[in-house]
């Protein structure tokens, strides 16, 4: 393969050749023609023209190159010219005289030829070559391409010219010798011209199967481009659906169901009618701590299957996550959304085969319905909650329609939460005491501890308010903790001075935590405050609720601390369904009898008072004292210590007051330390 440096030389050649047949036949054949030169003089004066061919030939392959854009090889190129321009003449002159002279034109361009050589070879760019960059392959010219045209012509034109100028009669047939170098130059011209035209033709087909295979490499990577773009929109479509539809159900999700929801307030007008339903499936939680998520997982798929069938196309079911379900009703009238809530609700309790075993569900559900055209989508799903919400504080497995009141309530409920996180952070509650005075000389044996918080804008806010706030939002526990903590450092110096014991108030969820039983001992011993000074009272329906829960964890923590000294008194006794036959398993020490079971001012005859007998005898025959709330008037007190009632707490004794209040409070009541025996008091350890 030919490269660049060679292609050159061959069209070096070519013109060179052509030059050559031009020179032999009107200046070297008639020179040794006519000049009559014997021995070695022809070869001598031939050897000129050959050099000025070959020299001829070196300033075709600079100009043909791009090295002839350096300026000292252009003036190399004008010092061959002129070279050559002068041996011309010189020939030209010597073939047609029979002597040879030399003349002032022949010399000036000789002359002129090492002129310009010699500032060649002094100009800086002597040493200049192509860049890197200029060495690229270039199409031949049409410059170059009428060159050879030319060049193919010259060897006939030559030719013709030695008949036309032969005088009749000047040579025959017999000397074809004159013609041999002139053809054989025409030959040697036309196979350069073949070999530089077949070189050419290489290259196109190089070209040409490049482009070939280019073309196929195109194709396939335009068909990879093809494929690579269907997989994206493929992609894209699962992607969008994943992001759209739960993994579990297929259902959509929130985000599909904000976006149909959107859609469908956008054109909604003053008559149109949409409705939200939320679903929440009662006892869920149950299935999977029995039976295992797996089959929560099934249950769920059967629960969306058995949604589809009652829903129609239009309609938007979505799962919001865990077992909540939501469906947007488009274009539908109230009744027909209460209707299909109740056929919902209906068709959830029908039993369903999981794992092999029938599974009894039902469902709480929160219905709005949406005519307002301010309603937003996040203001339907807040009232949507809001109603399921109260379905299940409700009592569950009802449908409840949303209700403004329902949103007001819920802001006061916000309110509270904060206002009680801020007042915890800030120390702005506060614990105030009430006696528990025996009823046979009233004396104060104990004080409980009430939790009170006052805002300097509001004034007071009723524990009926808060307790239910920071009992949902978890707030309990610290409250609780912080009260236990405040109560007991309050009550070191009334039980050092007083023999007095503390009554402290502790809710399910604390009871519950697993550490419950450290915070208590731990409090006690940092604080100073004996076991045996405190007495922690639980509702009820919180020990029975353990104890039917198999809850071990609250009723070892309870014994745990009856272990330590601890006292536990069971708090609004009466008031649970099955008090009296748990009474006997539950570990605990004092019963206090809800003020609802105090008899009341003038009652007309003993049986009214015929449970609170009751209580007062079971607790005297299992040895639990017992603690009357709420009295507020001496006949109740009477009519206490008539039926054998121990000790009471009310308005009638006190008042719940700050520390202060207490102090005077037990100064004034409390002249001497109770007893040992007392059923409540402990005495004072010395």
Known sequence: MFGRGRRVLLDAFIVTAALATVDWVFLFHPYLHHTGLTGLAPALALAYPLFDLALFACAMKVLF???????????????????????????????????????????????????????????????????????????????????????????????????????????????????????????????????????????????????????????????????????????????????????????????????????????????????????????????????????????????????????????????????????????????????????????????????????????????????????????ALRDADLALYAAKRGGRDRVTPFRPEMRAAREAFTWLADGLRHALAIDQLAVHYQPVVELSSGRAVAVEAL??????????????????????????????????????????????RYGISLTVNVSGRQLAEPDFADLVLRTLTEVGLPPEALILEITETVLIGSADEGAGRSLAALERLREHGVRIAIDDFGTGYSSLSYLAQLPVDILKIDRSFVPATGAASSDDHAFTRAVLQLGASRRLPAIAEGVETEEQARLLREMGCPLAQGFLFARPGPVDVVDATLAASNTELPSDDSPVGTGVRR
């Open 65 to 379: 190159s791009v090295s002839a854009r350096s300026p000292a090889n252009r003036l190399v190129l004008l010092a061959i010219g002129a070279m050559l321009a002068g041996n011309t003449l010189f020939f030209a002159n010597a073939a047609g005289a029979p002597d040879r002279s030399v003349e002032v034109l022949d010399n000036g361009l000789w002359l002129a030829s090492y002129l310009l050589l010699g500032v060649a070879g002094l100009h800086p760019a002597l040493l200049w070559t192509a860049r890197p960059g200029d060495n690229r392959r270039t199409p031949l010219t049409a410059r170059r391409t009428m060159a050879f045209a030319v060049a193919t012509l010259i060897g006939p034109a030559c030719l013709l010219g030695m008949i036309a100028t032969t005088e009749p009669g000047g040579w025959d047939r017999t000397e074809w010798h004159h013609l041999a170098v002139p053809a054989t130059l025409s030959g040697a011209l036309s196979v350069l011209l073949v070999l530089r035209l077949s070189l050419v033709a290489r290259v196109a087909q190089r070209r040409t199967l490049e482009l070939d295979r280019r073309t196929v490499e195109l194709d396939r990577q335009a068909g990879d481009l093809a494929e690579a773009l269907r997989e994206r929109q493929a992609l894209e479509q699962q992607l969008r659906h994943h992001a759209l539809h739960d993994p579990l159900t297929g259902l959509a999700n929130r985000g599909l169901l904000a976006e149909r929801m959107e859609w469908a307030f956008s054109r909604r007008d003053g008559g149109t009618r949409h409705a939200l339903l939320l679903l929440d499936l009662d006892g869920f939680k149950d299935v999977n701590d029995t039976l295992g998520h797996g089959s929560g997982d099934e249950l769920l798929l059967d629960v969306a299957l058995r949604l589809r069938e009652l829903v129609s196309p239009a309609d938007t079911l979505a799962r919001l996550g865990g077992d909540e379900f939501a469906l947007f009703l488009e274009d539908v009238e109230p009744v027909q959304a209460v209707d299909l809530a109740e056929q919902i609700r209906g068709a959830m309790k029908v039993p369903l085969l999981i794992g092999g075993r029938d599974v009894y569900l039902s469902a709480s559900i929160g219905l709005v319905q949406i005519t307002d055209p301010r309603v937003t989508p996040q203001d």
């Open 451 to 496: 939790l009170r918080w006052t805002l300097p804008a509001r004034g007071p806010i009723s524990p009926a308010e808060f307790i239910p706030v920071a009992e949902e939002t978890g707030l309990i526990i610290p409250l609780g903790a912080w009260v236990l903590r405040r109560a007991c450092a309050d009550a070191r110096r009334w039980y050092d």
